[in-house]
């Protein structure tokens, strides 16, 4: 079975530009979550969808916004970036909203580089 | 107080030692303790999980939990240089959050 997936891997961006990361998660699983992880610091919770709904939201600005479709793969949206939004995205599935099966499963992540 | 502290290392091990890596937790109400393995430039990977107070062995890998001091420590036995990566606590309270530490840098020395 295919692991979850991210597209795409590097991407280089200006200030102010948006940008759309995507991720699809391991097959059965329901919840993804988005993180972002700088250089040098663990992975920063963005957001959670479970059930094409959005169960949790993390201290982030209202430019990052996702969505999750039907076939619980999803989008992360970045408007008017900023040179501190260069990072590592993570996209993690997990077959729960979280609790006690809420062990995650990351893709390889988007690399954003904004100039 | 940071939700979930690790030390940042280096913390330097000879192969065949036991590496010992610690975490502590500021959330009573957790529920779900995770370390993930991050080699260099690659995602994390999911190592262990622990739920209830006291040690879970997988192989050369022990996590231990104790709840009463917000506690949570990996340890790796017979150490190889493929184990030097950085290693990420994680922590549930239930809900639809997990919290990362900062991580801490593991290396064996061949």
């Known amino acids: 079975d295919a692991g979850v997936t991210q597209s795409p891997t590097h991407l280089i961006k200006t200030r102010g530009q948006h940008v759309t990361l995507r991720c699809s998660p391991i097959?059965?699983?329901?919840?993804v979550s988005w993180y972002q992880q700088v250089l040098g610091q663990g992975p920063q919770f963005i957001f959670q969808?479970?059930?094409?709904?959005?169960?949790g939201r993390g201290n982030f600005p209202d430019r990052f916004s996702a969505r999750q479709f039907p076939n619980y793969s999803s989008e992360l949206n970045v408007n008017a970036l900023l040179l501190g939004d260069s990072a590592l995205y993570l996209c993690?599935?997990?077959?729960?909203?979280?609790?006690?099966?809420?062990?995650?499963?990351f893709g390889e992540g988007s690399r954003l580089t904004v100039l | 107080q940071k939700e979930v502290e690790q030390n940042s290392g280096p913390l330097s091990v000879p192969e065949g030692a036991i590496a010992s890596l610690n975490c502590t937790y500021s959330?009573?109400?957790?529920?779900?303790f995770f370390w993930y393995r991050q080699y260099s430039g690659k995602s994390p990977e999911l190592i262990m999980f622990?739920?209830?107070?006291g040690d879970k062995e997988d192989g050369r890998f022990t996590a231990q939990l104790n709840k009463a001091s917000q506690y949570v420590s990996l340890l790796i036995r017979d150490s190889q240089p493929s184990d030097s990566a950085t290693y990420l606590c994680a922590v549930n309270a239930g809900g639809f959050k997990t919290i990362f530490g900062a991580g801490t840098r593991l290396f064996v020395k061949a």
């Open positions: 097959s059965g699983h329901k919840s």
């Open positions: 969808y479970y059930e094409k709904e959005e169960r």
């Open positions: 622990i739920y209830s107070n």
């Open positions: 959330d009573r109400g957790s529920q779900s």
């Open positions: 993690a599935s997990s077959l729960s909203a979280g609790g006690s099966t809420g062990e995650l499963f």
